[in-house]
């Protein structure tokens, strides 16, 4: 087996794995990232976010990257509009141009932190298949095709489904009970100019007790959409999602009764829809410190979106970051001075994230989301975020 040996390996190339590496790499200090994905184009990655002042932002300065940032928000975005199932307009905020929360798309934020590494600091096609404690903080990792390498500090920055969580935690991602069907409609407002005009420029939310459809506007004349469910496990796992038209007709007629508009984005779609079940960690998760191993992002606090996980993930890796550039010869004192703040800043974000659900798809919806956006104007926030 070939063997190499970094100091610092981390698990996952997301938005906070690459924060972290930049963060690192502005203070001189060099870091792998290992990826399963075989190249940075693979896949998707996702919708679009809006990045907040307090901490995206904050970790995006840290990194060296608010100029590049700022080239790449999608403007008029911040515009919200709530409806109700027939498409009755109940609340509609236009965006101001003040951009205290800027959209952009999760793959160009992405995309600038890639740029911004050296050559090679991204390993791609590395599929983590085992981690091995060696003693003293370091560990081994396999990989899918045949390698390994050793550490002396491993990060996991790799998800809900964390390879590197079970070194530190049992705790395991639990289902919500609530589940986002994602699709697409392109060339919206010629060829869906009805949808297009009820979604309007930003982001859209008509909502019911249990179900809803939200749909986001993006660069190129796009509209995403997540239809959220409220369902069990097994009802989920019982559409064939691999029948596209199928899954659509079964998702769709859910949604029976509702405005023809606000359906099209289900049944209009023009990809196959992909479910995607939403699954949080215990509130509050922590772990006792274990040497050499540290977790950041939903691998460390796995929560239901509400607009605050990629901001905390890119926060988790700048304050890192910055703790092991603080104390680059004793990982230790650094991991302990990281989690010790990760803790405390993150739990209150659990019972926000629950009750977002509940707002958006609770008894009261679609009236209990929009009384949290007319406390948004007082500041309270937004639920920008997509998975």
Aim: charged share 20%.
């Amino acid at each position: 087996m070939n063997t190499t040996h970094h100091p610092i390996a981390i698990v996952g190339a997301g938005l906070g794995g690459l924060t972290l590496a930049r963060v690192l790499h502005v203070h001189g200090i060099p870091a792998t990232v290992y990826e399963a994905d075989p190249s940075a184009a693979h896949r998707t990655q996702g919708g679009q976010l809006d990045i907040h002042q307090d901490d995206g932002q904050r970790a995006l300065a840290d990194a060296g990257l608010t100029e590049e940032f700022r080239a790449i928000i999608h403007e008029g975005a911040e515009a919200t509009r709530i409806l109700d199932q027939h498409g009755k307009v109940l609340y509609d905020e236009p965006d101001d141009g003040i951009s205290r929360r800027p959209e952009v798309l999760r793959g160009d934020l992405r995309r600038i932190l890639l740029d911004s590494l050296p050559d090679q600091a991204v390993q791609w096609g590395h599929k983590v298949t085992g981690i091995r404690p060696l003693g003293d903080g370091r560990h081994e990792l396999a990989f899918s095709d045949g390698t390994s390498t050793t550490s002396a500090l491993l990060v996991g920055a790799d998800g809900a489904w964390s390879k590197v969580r079970p070194l530190l935690s049992d705790a395991t991602p639990q289902y919500t009970g609530t589940t986002f069907i994602e699709t697409y409609l392109y060339d919206a407002d010629e060829r869906h100019a009805a949808t297009a005009e009820a979604v309007g420029p930003g982001a859209m939310c008509a909502l019911a007790p249990g179900m809803g459809i939200a749909a986001h506007r993006e660069a190129g004349n796009v509209l995403h959409t997540y239809v959220e469910l409220n369902r069990s496990a097994e009802w989920i796992s019982a559409i064939d999602f691999t029948d596209a038209a199928a899954a659509t007709a079964r998702v769709a007629a859910e949604f029976d009764q509702w405005a023809p508009q606000l359906t099209a984005l289900i049944t209009d779609g023009e990809t196959a829809p992909v479910a995607r079940m939403i699954y949080t960690l215990p509130d509050g998760h922590r772990w006792e410190r274990v040497p050499g191993a540290t977790l950041l992002g939903d691998a460390a606090h796995l929560m239901p979106p509400s607009g605050d996980g990629a901001n905390l993930a890119m926060f988790d890796g700048a304050e890192l970051g910055k703790a092991i550039a603080a104390r680059p010869d004793d990982f230790e004192a650094a991991l302990t001075a990281y989690e010790e703040a990760l803790f405390s800043r993150t739990e209150p974000f659990y019972a926000q994230a629950h009750s977002m659900l509940d707002l958006m798809l609770g008894d009261r919806a679609p009236f209990g989301f929009i009384d949290f956006f007319t406390g948004a104007a007082q500041g309270q926030g937004t639920a920008g975020e997509q998975p």
